[in-house]
């Protein structure tokens, strides 16, 4: 157990970040974007293709898998007022992204909604294009949340799946800090070249570097890859807008782990483990408070903001015995992955499990992820900061790298 860091002032993870530091548009090709190198005192500026051979050998590198899925639906009232629906997480008739996605109309779905205010009560109705063939789509507000909606869909052909429905009437949901609209380029390269599985509404930016050429080069330098799926929500962007991250709550994000990855993982324990992104060392590390739950009883694999801090972690119960525990019940009840979901918060004071090193964007200023950054590099974040932005780095999800090693 560890001090909850509830008291971290989040103005001490402050720094000027000036519009035109902010990576508008992504670089022509992926691979040429710039990558800061940081271990321990040694902070250098590389290219990204410098990669496969700064990291040590026999390293594993955890890469997330999810998808961004055209999650945002523009719609017109008759009035002429514009009501943006950004769809969040699905609600019925399933909660899991893979199952929700081949629903036939309706689905029911949490989302963020644009100009709620002028939207009153009554159905909003969407007409595209579907592959040649004209699509009516339907929207109504059922209900608000604490944050966000529910909103029920429905559609006039009860042949096609959700997931056809959004990719044919919805735009990729860029950031919100670029300030402009998607283009039909942030198609392709808001999307990593290893992306499987739909389900997230913002891109694991760290991975939107990484090109074929790349990935295969890391096998002629002894680096093992393994994958994961964390489907990030839009809570990633979401401010910590109290003095200290006491009353900060993060979001929820589903996880998937398949059982050859924890095998993996297991296997390379005593080797340095890197995840691609801070999704992916949020995942890896959830594993570890999943199996401490699991070895108290508690079969729901879901790690809370604060566990870390709070729960109470036997001096023998390593990391090498919780991805036992988890493997041992995959395979007693015969799973072939983990899936779960975690608000796991890593700010300074964590202690790390599994992951020694990060691969990552530059994250905003008083961000969740810059608290994370911070966590396993201390106070050097500062001065690696403040060197890229000294030498001309780009900055944020269309941005540079930085490769973290402690």
């Known amino acids: 157990m560890t001090t909850t860091p509830g008291k971290i002032k989040i103005e001490d993870y402050n720094y000027p970040l000036p519009d035109e530091k902010i990576a508008k548009f992504p670089l022509q090709e992926r691979h040429m974007s710039?990558?800061?190198?940081?271990?321990?005192?040694?902070?250098?500026?590389?290219?990204?293709?410098?990669?496969?051979?700064?990291?040590?050998?026999?390293?594993?590198?955890?890469?997330?898998?999810?998808?961004?899925?055209?999650?945002?639906?523009?719609?017109?009232?008759?009035?002429?007022?514009?009501?943006?629906?950004f769809c969040l997480e699905p609600i019925e008739p399933v909660n899991d992204f893979q199952l929700a996605y081949q629903q036939k109309s309706p689905v029911v779905w949490k989302c963020f909604i644009g100009n709620a205010k002028r939207w009153k009560s009554g159905e909003l109705e969407l007409e595209f294009d579907n592959n040649g063939s004209v699509i009516k789509l339907y929207a109504e507000k059922t209900k608000q949340l604490s944050e966000g909606y529910l909103v029920t869909f429905r559609w006039d052909d009860d042949d096609i799946p959700f997931l056809e429905i959004i990719n044919n009437a919805g735009f990729i949901p860029i950031p919100p800090?670029?300030?402009?609209?998607?283009?039909?380029?942030?198609?392709?390269?808001?999307?990593?070249?290893?992306?499987?599985?739909?389900?997230?509404?913002?891109?694991?930016?760290?991975?939107?570097?990484?090109?074929?050429?790349i990935i295969s080069e890391l096998n002629n330098y002894s680096i093992e890859t393994?994958?994961?799926?964390?489907?990030?929500?839009?809570?990633?962007?979401?401010?910590?807008v109290s003095q200290t991250i006491a009353t900060h709550e993060m979001h929820t994000e589903k996880v998937i782990v398949g059982i050859s990855t924890l095998k993996h993982v297991l296997k390379k324990l005593n080797d340095p483990i890197i995840p691609v992104g801070t999704t992916s060392m949020r995942t890896i590390e959830s594993l570890f408070w999943m199996a401490v739950k699991l070895q108290k009883g508690n079969?729901?694999?879901?790690?809370?903001?604060?566990?870390?801090?709070?729960?109470?972690?036997?001096?023998?119960?390593?990391?090498?015995?919780?991805?036992t525990l988890l493997l041992n019940f995959l395979e007693e009840n015969n799973l072939?992955?983990?899936?779960g979901e975690t608000r796991l918060m890593i700010a300074p004071g964590y202690n790390f499990k599994i992951a020694s090193g990060l691969i990552t964007n530059f994250h905003q200023p008083k961000s969740t992820l810059l608290l994370l950054v911070s966590a396993l590099i201390g106070d050097n974040w500062k001065?690696?900061?403040?060197?890229?932005?000294?030498n001309n780095f780009r900055f944020l999800s269309y941005g540079d790298s930085c490769l973290f090693l402690t």
């Open 34 to 85: 710039k990558l800061l190198f940081s271990k321990g005192e040694v902070i250098e500026e590389k290219q990204f293709t410098d990669l496969p051979k700064l990291l040590l050998k026999n390293s594993l590198l955890v890469f997330n898998e999810t998808k961004v899925v055209k999650a945002r639906l523009v719609f017109k009232k008759s009035t002429g007022a514009t009501i943006e629906i």
């Open 177 to 213: 800090y670029l300030n402009r609209k998607a283009v039909s380029e942030d198609n392709v390269r808001y999307q990593t070249v290893y992306a499987v599985h739909e389900g997230s509404v913002a891109a694991p930016t760290a991975g939107l570097h990484f090109t074929p050429k």
């Open 226 to 240: 393994d994958k994961l799926t964390l489907h990030v929500g839009a809570g990633t962007f979401k401010p910590v």
């Open 299 to 323: 079969k729901e694999f879901a790690v809370e903001q604060w566990d870390p801090y709070e729960l109470i972690v036997e001096p023998d119960f390593t990391s090498a015995k919780a991805l």
């Open 336 to 339: 072939e992955e983990l899936k």
């Open 383 to 390: 001065d690696a900061y403040e060197f890229a932005l000294n």
